[in-house]
């Protein structure tokens, strides 16, 4: 147990981000050691700490952070990352409530093979965030139990939150477009 | 058919009324007989057409259906409460069931996954009925518009479009007075008229055997 920074002010100035870079280097480290190839890259951007994790090998990167403390799945979360390759993204954010600490674990996966590993062996509650990106950009979980639509009906076809989706809408109805518009009542 | 008011002590107003107070105790205690008896009931008596009653009576007696689906339910919620206070005309009996509604509000947003409920709902409310459609989202998705939703016009009938984002709860009265003028007066509004829908109103059969006309069979569930 590290000591404990001073933060008896409870001012969000005065508290450092936590891990710092140098502690997340040193996760990413760890986590490399313990496979090679299970971290990809690190990534600090203002104050936030990210491990993109190698989607292959992301339930080691996820099972040795809950080992690590970090026991809480704060949010699961997809992103389309368009243009840019891979193209979408699975957001994990871990908190380590003893010692109030937030991690982001990105792992990035491709349209082509969007499958990433569950992580409701690890983490229990992720059962209705995978659904919902399952739902809205199309990443399967393999080994969820459960792996359907959450939110839109289950005939849908597409999924939604792509940027290549279109954004849709149907048609509405107005006086001058009522005889040609589709989809007129009766 | 209308219906006159007038204040007793205003000039030209009958002066008589502690009379015919006295009159109608007459009448009730069965004193008064020939010609004055006759004389009474033909003050009383009104005629109408039984279609203008019962259209007046309608109108007059809207149950709105407990729905919400937004935030428009929140100014629908408050028609009822003390400053708009819709019970003046005789609205402000929310059913919780659709059997016993006759007025379908659509406040809020309808995504393409509750439309089918909605229809559903409206299907087995019984005739007559009438639908509001409040809002900018469920008449033309407003800010809404995208892939999950669906305009209300497309899925369902509506009688009473009320724009806004939300509307005030004034507005909403506004339409539901709207709706009063057409059930009462203008019946050639209606929605089955605009979608060429006259005949396909449930009624009962007047030949043995024929339960009813346009109401589906025993098992089939195909437009419930």
């Known amino acids: 147990m590290r000591p404990e920074p001073s933060r008896s002010t409870c001012s969000a100035k005065e508290t450092p981000p936590v891990p710092d870079a140098t502690e997340l280097e040193l996760t990413a480290q760890e986590l490399r050691d313990a496979n090679a190839e299970s971290v990809l890259d690190t990534d600090f951007h203002r104050g936030r700490a990210t491990l993109i994790a190698n989607p292959e090998h992301v339930l080691v990167v996820l099972g040795a952070l809950r080992s690590k403390g970090y026991t809480f799945l704060a949010s699961l979360h997809g992103c389309d990352y368009y243009p840019h390759e891979p193209r979408l993204g699975i957001l994990y954010e871990l908190l380590d409530m003893r010692r109030v600490d937030r991690i982001t674990v990105k792992a990035r996966v491709h349209t082509d093979t969007p499958r990433i590993a569950s992580t409701v062996e690890l983490f229990p509650g992720a059962e209705f965030p995978e659904r919902e990106v399952y739902d809205m950009f199309g990443v399967v979980f393999d080994g969820h139990p459960d792996l359907r639509r959450i939110l839109m009906p289950e005939d849908y076809e597409g999924f939604p939150q792509r940027r290549d989706f279109p954004i849709g809408g149907e048609p509405v109805l107005f006086t001058y477009n009522d005889e040609t518009s589709y989809g007129k009542w009766q | ?224």
């Open chain 2, 1 to 224: 058919m209308e219906v006159k008011r007038e204040k007793l002590d205003a000039p030209g107003a009958p002066t008589d009324f502690r009379s015919r107070q006295l009159l109608a105790r007459d009448m009730l205690r069965g004193d008064l007989e020939g010609e004055a008896l006759q004389r009474y009931v033909e003050e009383r008596v009104m005629t109408t057409t039984m279609d203008k009653a019962v259209a007046w009576s309608r109108g007059n007696s809207l149950y709105p259906l407990t729905f919400g689906l937004a935030c428009c339910a929140i100014e629908m919620m408050s028609i009822v409460a003390a400053r708009m206070d819709i019970a003046r005309f005789g609205f402000e009996a929310f059913r919780a069931s659709p059997r016993q509604a006759d007025l379908l509000i659509l406040s809020g947003r309808v995504s393409i996954k509750m439309a089918p409920v909605i229809r559903r709902i409206y299907d087995q409310m019984l005739e007559p009925k009438w639908a509001i459609s409040m809002g900018a989202c469920c008449s033309s998705m407003g800010v809404f518009n995208n892939y999950a939703l669906v305009p209300s016009d497309k899925f369902m009938p509506i009688d009473v479009h009320v724009p806004g984002c939300p509307p005030r709860p004034e507005a909403l009265a506004h339409g539901i007075l709207r709706l009063r003028d057409k059930i009462q007066g203008h019946r050639t509004e209606g929605w089955r008229e605009r979608y060429d829908a006259v005949g396909t109103e449930e009624v009962i059969g007047d030949e043995a055997g024929t339960v009813a006309i346009n109401v589906f069979g025993e098992g089939d569930t195909a437009g419930a």
